[in-house]
């Protein structure tokens, strides 16, 4: 589980050396946010100016923020000018604005004056803000330290701040795990040079269930029907976060177990990550096999933490167990059907047209082939 991860800049700047301004700037705007409850994002152009994003409107004021990495041999007060551009840009191109967050990596240097804590380049920066009717306010190193520590932050902190793989080691082993599962379903058969493609249900509306309330789509047919690569085109034809598993992933004695596959988390963990992403699907493969699982609570605990956090959930299972499945795992929970019909003979001479493989002429075979499993095999046999 967690450790006690320290707020190091140094770590920081290991983790991310070819892109650290980028990925400080994404650590500033998930700060932002949070601060003041913005849970959908803000809006931003390709090239922001001046403020990392549109400034947005609280009670507190129209806010505006910049977000400054600097390397160990920048000092602040170099940046002077560069900051005063900054608000009065900001000024000039969001008149509205009248406060102005700068994040940054930095700790300001005391003044040397003894009467005097506050430097003379933050209080020209402060007063050139003032001037434009602009309150211009700080978030450093200790301000980072506390806001980091909030419990609700701690996968936040983990990502950017731990110095081993941590969540981000977590998250790349769920993405492989998933791509590996999506690498192993064929919706498509190699003969010789060509690349048959089989295309199910083209009138099926996917956005319209992903658009819905309902939280579950149950892909069935009977096997070798192509419900596994039709499921299997619909996450990849769509710019959402998803992932893959087969129901054997979750023939395990515990959920902890299922868990530390990916790393020292739990997956709820993982789940929590994409908590405010309304674009999200999990696809699980061959869902049938859990009806003989001894354990189907990992199974049960998994959909419904899936479904907790706002995933929507594809299953694709065979026709015969279809129902079975159902009334084993969502009882009271909200579903869709789409049935994935086996190729007719037509569908299958259609398929074929465009490329040179010779149907058999025995009706048997070609009744047999219309199973896309014994297609494969019959097309593998030909080579």
């Not at 009806?291 to 990992?298: G, S």
Request: charged letters at 30%.
């Amino acid at each position: 589980m967690y450790k006690d991860i320290a707020i190091n800049w140094d770590v920081f700047q290991y983790k991310f050396t070819e892109k650290t301004r980028d990925v400080f700037e994404y650590l500033a705007y998930i700060l932002f946010c949070h601060e003041f409850k913005i849970e959908t994002g803000i809006f931003r152009y390709f090239n922001q100016p001046y403020v990392e994003t549109l400034p947005v409107t609280t009670e507190e004021g129209c806010i505006g923020f910049q977000a400054k990495y600097y390397d160990a041999g920048t000092s602040i007060a170099d940046k002077k000018t560069e900051l005063k551009n900054a608000i009065k840009g900001a000024k000039t191109k969001y008149p509205e604005i009248d406060r102005f967050i700068i994040y940054t990596n930095k700790e300001l240097s005391a003044s040397s004056k003894k009467d005097t804590v506050k430097p003379e380049y933050q209080t020209e920066i402060e007063e050139y803000g003032l001037e434009r009717d602009i309150l211009v306010e700080w978030r450093v190193k200790s301000n980072f330290e506390i806001m980091l520590m909030r419990p609700e932050l701690e996968l936040i902190r983990d990502y950017f701040f731990n110095p081993d793989s941590g969540i981000k080691g977590y998250l790349a082993q769920v993405k492989l795990h998933s791509q590996s599962k999506l690498e192993n379903i064929k919706s498509t058969i190699r003969y010789r040079d060509q690349i048959i493609k089989i295309n199910k249900n083209n009138d099926f509306d996917i956005h319209s269930f992903y658009e819905s309330e309902i939280p579950c789509l149950i892909i069935y047919g009977e096997g070798g029907s192509g419900k596994s690569g039709f499921a299997k085109d619909l996450l990849e034809n769509e710019n959402r976060a998803n992932i893959a598993f087969k129901a054997t992933d979750f023939d395990v004695t515990t959920f902890a177990e299922f868990s530390r596959r990916f790393g020292e988390y739990t997956f709820e963990d993982y789940l929590k990550l994409f908590q405010d992403d309304e674009n999200k699907v999990c696809l699980i493969d061959s869902t049938e096999k859990v009806l003989v699982m001894n354990n189907r609570d990992i199974f049960n605990e998994f959909v419904n933490l899936s479904i907790k956090y706002g995933w929507k959930i594809i299953f694709t299972v065979r026709t015969v167990h279809k129902d079975n499945f159902i009334n084993t795992f969502l009882n009271g929970v909200r579903y869709q059907e789409l049935k994935i019909e086996t190729l007719s003979k037509q569908e299958l001479q259609y398929l074929l047209k465009d490329s040179d493989f010779p149907l058999p002429k025995e009706e048997s075979y070609i009744n047999l082939i219309c199973n896309l499993f014994y297609l494969n095999l019959y097309i593998g046999d030909s080579l």
